[in-house]
């Protein structure tokens, strides 16, 4: 690996001296850092790069901050092949599970390819409107529908493929990965999906109808879901919880499996269910 780009959360203190004392070290070994030209700022860094130029430097990406920010630098990266290695600089994250002690051990294995890999599949969600596709993006956690804090329930005709599931009568609707199941998915009733499979979880937030249950379907469904009865109600579609956009009556969404992985460097000292042990203090009380 040759050139390691750095990605933090700029405004926390602690992701500034970590990204510091980063930098040095990674040119102590020979390595080149790209460190993202707003971290740079803050630094006084010289030679700060454009984000949006990771996906075609860099041999590997480090996340410094939590789950937020490595969810952001994977929309970031993309379908490109390059690892990503999060270090949660607070309590552990689902998905950010390096700790900084953990940090410069597992760069050493990072970059004498010495390291376990974890491929995250991705959803891809189009908008369309009248007709004509508005906006696509694609997320490693969740797509929701969410009714603003003073509208009214809404209806989500809700389809997989071609066969209708249901009318839901929610909050709003959450489309999640396997990955997404431990987030917004989790509060609202979700099941907890194992990492490694590829599916698919509906979840309905707060049902009209108590019978309204989560269901997970197959990795390769279609979920469209056309948003009606909104009249003057806000309603928006929000993606990894970073990314939202003012749905209108009529406008149909589509949720399909992305055709590229996130691929995150796991811990090789904690597997997946220590994580949840740990985060969701289960046994604790």
């Known amino acids: 690996m040759k050139r390691v780009a750095i990605i933090a959360k700029v405004h926390d203190p602690r992701c500034q001296g970590v990204a510091g004392e980063l930098i040095e070290w990674l040119s102590a070994q020979g390595v080149e850092p790209l460190v993202e030209a707003h971290l740079a700022r803050h630094l006084l860094y010289p030679n700060g790069i454009e984000s949006a130029r990771f996906p075609e430097l860099a041999d590997l990406v ?16 993309g379908g490109r092949n390059i690892p990503i290695l999060g270090v949660n600089l607070g309590s552990l994250g689902f998905l950010t599970e390096i700790t900084v002690p953990e940090l410069y051990p597992m760069l050493s294995d990072c970059l004498r390819g010495k390291f376990k890999l974890s491929e995250r599949m991705m959803l891809d969600c189009t908008i369309e409107r009248g007709g004509a596709e508005i906006a696509c ?35 709003g609707l959450i489309i999640s990965t ?11 009733g979700g099941a907890i999906i194992h990492p490694s499979l590829n599916c698919i979880a509906i979840t309905p937030i707060c049902p009209h109808t108590l019978t309204n249950r989560p269901i997970v379907v197959g990795n390769d469904s279609l979920v469209s879901i056309m948003v009606s009865s909104l009249d003057d ?45 740990t985060k969701l203090k289960w046994g604790e009380r």
Do not use: C, W
């Open 137 to 171: 993006h694609q997320v490693l956690n969740d797509v929701v529908i969410n009714k603003g804090a003073l509208a009214r329930i809404v209806d989500l005709d809700t389809r997989v493929d071609s066969h209708y599931l249901t009318t839901f009568k929610a909050d």
């Open 178 to 188: 396997p990955t997404g199941s431990t987030g917004y998915s989790l509060s609202a």
């Open 62 to 77: 480090v996340v410094l901050g939590g789950d937020g920010t490595l969810i952001s630098a994977a929309r970031l990266i």
């Open 233 to 277: 109600e806000d309603v928006y579609l929000t993606l990894d919880g970073q990314v939202g956009v003012e749905l209108k009556s009529g406008d149909l969404i589509h949720v399909r499996r992305a055709r590229h992985y996130s691929h995150l460097v796991m811990s090789n000292k904690r597997d997946f269910f220590e994580v949840l042990r």
